[in-house]
């Protein structure tokens, strides 16, 4: 009784087909694949947005470095 058998899963599945119909579970399958595919698309632009900001925090701090170089240069022509 605990387990279920063939018999069990056949009418089951005679029942789902009465419900939905033949032609509503592949449309219901491509709304869940769909579903699938956004959901994995979201985490893996989540992913990015979080490197995102270590990256350009690093590209600032080169940029503020070479900022004052440039500008030692340009004192030292200024005082040639």
């Known amino acids: 009784m605990g387990s279920f058998s063939i018999w069990h ?7 789902v087909l009465l419900l939905f119909g033949a032609g ?3 449309k219901l399958m491509g ?3 769909k579903g699938v ?5 979201g985490l893996k632009d989540g992913e990015e947005e979080a490197a995102k900001p270590a990256t350009e925090g690093t590209a600032a701090a080169a940029q503020v470095t070479e900022q004052p170089a440039a ?4 004192k ?3 005082k040639a």
């Open 76 to 78: 030292k022509e200024a």
């Open 24 to 26: 509503k579970i592949p």
């Open 37 to 41: 595919t956004a959901f994995k698309k």
């Open 31 to 33: 709304d869940m694949a």
């Open 9 to 15: 899963w056949l009418v089951v599945l005679v029942i």
């Open 71 to 74: 500008g030692d240069a340009a």
